[in-house]
Structure formats: structure tokens, C-alpha cells
């Protein structure tokens, strides 16, 4: 007798190839051969309350640790319902595959259970989405998905697996196994003249800036724009927020790209952030270096700027950087300008030193990231994860650190549970703290039943204001108090709800408490929510006048 592996065990088998071990998913008719599947594997199933959260865990995963995150989830409305998380994290860079089961190829066209077209809702928002079509390569469609998750600009693949081709009993010897190169990324190197050639734009310029893009936030990220400041003495941030130059993590970002005459951009897309490069965003006179891992995206750009692009590079970002700094030489430098926009960059005005709730029972967004501060600075491999609009912006202003995660480009809010469940996952020992609004909380507030059966503790520190703020401030300067409507919440008690699923709450309406209760929370051991009762205050932003 001919031997025989299910298909189902196929696609389990790759992913171990792959070195993956953490799966997040949610259970479902097309996928259950699957979760047989994992059974006897390395592979750990991790199943969640509603499928985005899947996507956003995955998310998170690809993001900490640069390799894709797994997400999988069942057809139709399972598979619809994880679609929309492919946006956040497309817009991010972030490497992942999502994996969907579906209705069989016998049933395609014949209205059977479940059945859509999976691979086109899921393209728009992926770099690539296809239906897998033979049961004897789908290890190859795994590792492809893999391939291009990594390869380019990081993102989001979909793969869409017919339930029949799960099922089916393929022989041994017409399996087509993927071999170890087969999922890793096709590298875009930047030739020596390339680097030699960008090196002198930088040096000949009076003010040079250097943005990078999303999938630079990273630990290694930092480390090698950090590498680059230092030896180019060439000020860099990186741009990963839709509030663009108004992102409070930079200061008075809008201040120091006006005052460019070069900007870089280092894997960063000439998009809506950058308001394409026009000014007065742009000063009229400066130009822009643009060093892009994807060539459509360059040609866009090279069309939007026309003769204000000094100079188009088609390379990865991190061999661009390592290139960049190869080709360094002594006489690049303008110290000054780099001190003068780093101030710009780092100092917050004098008058924040001070700002504190006049509201009793009540914070301001300040006070919760100042007693925040010492949780965060007491161990640098902990994970701040910031969510939602005007409240946790106030924590991207004032709060360091290296492992960061925001909600991103796409500007979605909700991610922030999943976020930290996953950031747990990878990183078993220090602080994880969520900081998140409270309507930012409802999205996925269920992934806290999630996290109480996986034993994934970490801290959520959410902001009670009773209102979809960004959205009441946006009517308020757009058309008047007076038309403000429909962004009003309860002051719900989250803790509570925090403890009916099994994790622990705190209460804090005064600023004093606030330290002491997230120290009960990570005490706690469980996943936990500090629901602290805020003022409602407009996102802060600086403009060099306020560093005066």
C-alpha cells in the first residue's frame, strides 16, 4: 500500500519547517483538520474570541521579532472577519501570513458553504492573496507566503486553503516539500556607487534630515538608526504614526522637515504622512533622497516629486542603512544642525513640567504617563504598546522605549489587547503595558478571557474619559461645541469587567494611586486593567516656538 499524508499535515509539517511554534487562530468548520493537524507538533495553538484579534496578534509577533507571525482562521465570515487586520498591518511593514481555510474546489462557483472569493477581499489590503489549487504542493504555497511576507517591504500574506485540499490523502513520493531557502526573504542589497552616491547628497547638504519607515520601529531598528546618527551625524526619526509630523513622539517634527534641505527617506513611502512632499510641508527649495525597498512605490514617488528628487535607490532598508554606514567617512557631518534638531526632536516645553488635572477624581493624560515613566525605564526589554487617539498620544510624547508598538499608519484603533497578549507570548519576562483609551478598549476587550486561559499577563492602562475623543475634538474644531454628537461613553467600570473574566482590576482617580496600582497589576500575575479616570484633553503637539 501506497503511504499517504493528509494535506491538513502538509501545511502543519511547513510550518515547523518554517521555525514556526505559536499559532493565533480561531477555530472553524474549514480549519478543524488543521488543529488535528498540530496535534504532536511543535506547533502551539493559541485561540482567541474574534478573528481580527487573530491577525493583530500575528501582527505584533511579526513586528518583535522581524519574522511572520501566524494567524489562521476558518472561511467566509471567519476569513471576513480577519481582513480588515490585514490593514494595520500592511501599513506598518509588518511581516505575517494568514492562513484561511475555505470552501472545496469541487463547490467553487456552486454556492457552496461559505463560499466568496477570499484571495480578492483579502488583496487590497496584503501584498499578495491566492487560493492554494493542489493538495502535493501546498508546503510551497506556505513557504512562498513566507517568501514574500519577508522579502522587499515587509507584509502581510494571505493564503486561502480549500478544505479539500486539507483533506485529501496525498503519496508520499508526489509531496513537494519546501527546502529552508525557499521561505526566506529575496534580498535587495544597495551596490557600493549606490551608497557612495547617497553619502555625498547627505554630505553636501547644510540640513539633511533622515525618516525611516515603519519597519524600522524595532529594536534593531533603532539601534542601526542610531549607528547612522552617530556616524553621519544625520538627525533621524521614524514616521509610523497617520498624524504624520504632528506624531507626538517627535516633537516638532514639522518644524525640522521645513527646515530640511534634504530629506532621506529610508524605506519610508512618499505618501499622505509626508503630504507628498509638497509644501509648505516640504520647504520649496530642498530635495529628497528616496532609498525604497519596492519599485512601484519609487516610481510613484519619482512621479510626485519630479526634479526635487535628488536621487531614487531600490534597496532593502537595512542593507541600505549597513551600505550607509560602510561608505562613512570623516567628513560627513553638520553637528550643529544635528544638535539643533535634536532639540527639536526630543524637548518637550517647560510649562508640560507642571500640567496636572484640575478636575478632582480625575487625571490628565500627563499624570498617567508620568506615573507610567518608572515601569517602563526600570527594564529596557519591556513593551509599550500605545492605542487610540488623544490619550495615549500623551504616552508616545513622554514615554522612551525601545520595544514600542503603536497602532500604525492606518490610524485603526483596537489593537492594542491582542497587541499585548502576543507581546507576552514573546517576551516571557519583562513588563508589557498597553495604554489604550476607553473606546479603544471595546474593540477587543473579550481577548482578556483569551489571556486569562493562556496565562499571557500584562498591564492595561486605560484612559476613562467617557468619549471617542479624537473624533469630539475633530467636530469641535471642524463645526462648533455646540454640533458635537455621538461620541459620548459611559464611565464603565473596565476593571470590573477586567475581573469577571479572571484578571485583576484597579480603580484610580487620583495620581497618587496610579504608581502603587500598576504595581499591584504586574504583582497580580494575571492580565490586568488599572481603568484610570482621566479629563478629556486634545493630543499634545510642539512647534519650535513652545521649545523657546
Known amino acids: 500500500m501506497t503511504e499517504t499524508l493528509r494535506g491538513a499535515d502538509i501545511v502543519a509539517q511547513s510550518l515547523e519547517r518554517a521555525g514556526v ?22 506547533l502551539e495553538l493559541i485561540h482567541v474570541r474574534q478573528e481580527a484579534a487573530a491577525v493583530h496578534m500575528a501582527d505584533a509577533w511579526g513586528r518583535l521579532t522581524g519574522t511572520p507571525g501566524v494567524a489562521m482562521v476558518t472561511g467566509g465570515p471567519g476569513q471576513a472577519n480577519a481582513v480588515p487586520a490585514l490593514f494595520t498591518a500592511l501599513s506598518q511593514d509588518s511581516p505575517l501570513v ?14 457552496g458553504f461559505q463560499e466568496i472569493d477570499q484571495a480578492a477581499l483579502a488583496a ?5 492573496s491566492w487560493t492554494a489549487t493542489s493538495a502535493a504542493s501546498l508546503g510551497m504555497d506556505v513557504a512562498r507566503a513566507f517568501r514574500i511576507a519577508v522579502s522587499g517591504r515587509p507584509g502581510p500574506v494571505h493564503l486561502s486553503l480549500p478544505s479539500d485540499l486539507l483533506d485529501a490523502m496525498v503519496p508520499l513520493d508526489a509531496i513537494v516539500w519546501p527546502k529552508p531557502e525557499d521561505f526566506a526573504a529575496v534580498p535587495t542589497p544597495m551596490p557600493v556607487p549606490a551608497a557612495t552616491a547617497a553619502l555625498a547628497l547627505i554630505a553636501a547638504a547644510a540640513r539633511p534630515l533622515l525618516i525611516a519607515g515603519p519597519q524600522l520601529a524595532t529594536r534593531p531598528g533603532r539601534a542601526l538608526l542610531a549607528r547612522i546618527e552617530a556616524a553621519l551625524n544625520l538627525p533621524t526619526c521614524i514616521m509610523e504614526s497617520p498624524r504624520a509630523s504632528n506624531d507626538a513622539t517627535w516633537g516638532a517634527l514639522g518644524d525640522v522637515i521645513k527646515r530640511a534641505d534634504l530629506v532621506v527617506l529610508l524605506g519610508k513611502k512618499l505618501d499622505f504622512t509626508l503630504k507628498f512632499g509638497a509644501p509648505p510641508t516640504f520647504d520649496a527649495a530642498s530635495q529628497v533622497l528616496m532609498i525604497e525597498p519596492d519599485a512601484e512605490t519609487l516610481a510613484r514617488g519619482a512621479r510626485e ?9 531600490l534597496a532593502d532598508s537595512n542593507a541600505a542603512g549597513e551600505a550607509l554606514l560602510a561608505g562613512a567617512g570623516s567628513e560627513i557631518g553638520h553637528p550643529t544642525w544635528l544638535a539643533t534638531a535634536r532639540t527639536l526632536l526630543h524637548a518637550r516645553p517647560a510649562p508640560w513640567t507642571d500640567l496636572a488635572s484640575k478636575t478632582p477624581g480625575r487625571l490628565h493624560a ?45 490610524g485603526a484603533i483596537g489593537v492594542s489587547l491582542p497587541f499585548a497578549a502576543a507581546a507576552r507570548k514573546v517576551e516571557p519576562r519583562a513588563p508589557v503595558i498597553a495604554v489604550l483609551g476607553d473606546g479603544t478598549f ?49 464611565d464603565t467600570r473596565y476593571d470590573l469587567v ?33 481603568n484610570v479616570m482621566i479629563e478629556s484633553h486634545a493630543a499634545p503637539t510642539v512647534r519650535a516656538r513652545d521649545l523657546a
Open 21 to 42: 511554534t505559536t499559532i493565533f487562530t480561531l477555530s472553524g468548520n474549514h480549519i478543524m483538520s488543521l488543529f488535528d493537524a498540530a496535534i504532536g507538533t511543535r
Open 98 to 111: 494568514l492562513l484561511a481555510g475555505s470552501h472545496a474546489t469541487w463547490e467553487e462557483g456552486r454556492g
Open 124 to 128: 487590497p489590503v496584503s501584498k499578495a
Open 305 to 313: 516629486l519630479g526634479p526635487r528628487l535628488a536621487l531614487g535607490l
Open 366 to 410: 500627563i499624570e498617567v504617563a508620568r506615573g507610567i515613566k518608572p515601569f517602563v525605564d526600570a527594564d529596557p526589554d519591556t513593551i509599550l504598546i500605545c492605542d487610540g487617539g488623544e490619550y495615549a498620544q500623551w504616552a508616545q510624547s513622554l514615554l522612551r522605549c525601545e520595544r514600542r508598538l503603536v497602532n500604525g499608519v492606518a
Open 442 to 490: 471595546g474593540f477587543h476587550m473579550a481577548e482578556f478571557e483569551t489571556a486569562v486561559r493562556c496565562d499571557l499577563p500584562f498591564v492595561a492602562v486605560v484612559g476613562t474619559d467617557a468619549r471617542w475623543n479624537a473624533e469630539h475634538n475633530i467636530q469641535v474644531r471642524d463645526y462648533g461645541l455646540q454640533r458635537a454628537y455621538g461620541c459620548e461613553l459611559n
Open 498 to 530: 477586567v475581573t469577571a473574566l479572571g484578571g485583576h482590576g484597579e480603580l484610580v482617580e487620583r495620581a497618587e494611586d496610579l504608581g502603587p496600582a500598576i504595581a499591584r497589576a504586574i504583582a497580580s500575575g494575571k492580565p490586568a486593567c488599572v
